[in-house]
């Protein structure tokens, strides 16, 4: 996640959090104000219950102080921390979290291809990209200005799964330009109907960037991927499953 989204998800927190102080009081909801109000506390309250323990340092921040400074401030009563100052405060936070993270990130990274590297079967490209062929297939390789409709799963290195379509029990089809550098480079090289598993560095997926609470920064992303079709360039192409 980037820096200005966690210190939204921050903003949403302190929202929902102040909802602690009234969680044990009965609400009525008489009009459609009350319900629109208490609909937003709820996407607020399941916003921060998602995404901030996920954030880089996020399960280090004690919420009860978080809750203390956001009623101080509604009262408007001095804080510890001056107003002109809590951005920048919380910005320092964040950036030293998603460094020190992303850091351990490269490293576990490093270690999990030199050794994957290892392995028969695995082949790993001047850029890095390693893959393993499961099936080969019989048909034409796709060029990079092609659609392509592929099924695909993928896993973190310790196993997690953060996005599948196979689980979806849907493929996707998308523009090779559309994705990561890993997948272009892959799915360039494989001929219709294989399937392989790819195995990418991070600078060739998202880099120092988080993508979503599964993918952390610097993180090795593992795909198992179908090249099923070429298919006509249309614009209404779906998303990639790993954009840019």
């Known amino acids: ?19 602690c102080n009234t969680s044990n009081t009965k609400v009525n909801l008489k009009t459609q104000a009350d319900s629109a109000a208490y609909a937003i506390g709820v996407d607020l309250g399941n916003n921060i219950k998602k995404n901030l323990p996920a954030a880089p340092g996020g399960k280090d921040l004690n919420t009860a102080i978080i809750l203390q400074a956001f009623t101080t401030v509604m009262k408007g009563d001095s804080g510890l921390i001056a107003s002109a100052k809590a951005g920048a405060i919380t910005q320092a936070y964040f950036v030293k979290a998603q460094s020190l993270e992303g850091g351990k990130n490269k490293e576990a990274g490093k270690n999990f291809l030199a050794d994957n590297g290892k392995r028969a079967g695995v082949t790993t490209t001047a850029s890095g990209l390693q893959y ?21 799963h993928g896993t973190t290195i310790d196993g997690e799964v953060f996005d599948s ?29 294989s399937k392989w598993k ?41 998303a990639a499953p790993a954009t840019k």
Do not use: C, D
């Open 198 to 238: 790819i195995y990418i560095p991070s600078e060739l997926g998202y880099g120092e960037q988080a993508a979503g609470p599964k993918i952390k920064p610097n993180s090795v992303l593992i795909f198992e991927v179908e090249l099923l079709s070429i298919e006509p360039a249309t614009p209404a192409a779906a």
């Open 1 to 19: 996640m980037q820096i200005r989204n966690l210190l939204l998800v921050m903003v949403a927190g302190s929202i929902a959090l102040a909802s």
């Open 132 to 152: 393993e062929i499961i099936k080969t297939g019989t048909g034409p390789k796709p060029a990079a200005e092609n659609n392509v409709k592929v099924h695909y």
């Open 165 to 193: 379509s196979v689980n979806r029990g849907e493929p996707v089809t998308f523009g090779l330009t559309q994705v990561i550098k890993g997948w272009t480079e892959a799915l360039l090289m494989m001929p219709v109907g």
